[in-house]
């Protein structure tokens, strides 16, 4: 495998794992959004931590939605960071490929 082909594949990776990113990113928004919207709904007066709606019983209904909250959460901050990161290394690849047929 040549050195253009290899940049090629892993630009493709690079690519496909950004999609991957996105794809999280939407996911946490969609759990972030059942957990804010059930924990506004089935409390009476949740307590907040920013944006972040909490009510800290031991209901197993709170539990539900203050996991679904803070693992949106997380969702968003990992994917968001992950889509930078691949969109930055596809950069880099493609820099690499340019330097290499001279352009």
């Not at 690519?15 to 089935?42: D, E, K, P």
């Not at 307590?47 to 019983?57: A, D, K, M, Q, T």
Request: glycine share 8%.
């Amino acid at each position: 495998m040549s050195l253009p082909d290899y940049l090629r594949e892993k630009s493709e990776e690079s690519r496909y794992n950004q999609t991957q990113a996105h794809l999280l990113v939407v996911l946490g928004v969609v759990l972030f959004s059942v957990g804010t919207v059930i924990t506004v709904l089935i409390t009476e007066s949740p307590g907040w931590f920013l944006i972040v709606p909490y009510c800290v019983e031991s209901s197993p209904y709170h539990l539900l939605t203050l996991f679904f909250t803070l693992t949106g959460l997380a969702s968003v901050i990992s994917g968001g960071i992950l889509s930078v990161k691949y969109r930055l290394d596809r950069g880099q690849y493609l820099n690499e490929l340019k330097k290499i047929h001279g352009m």
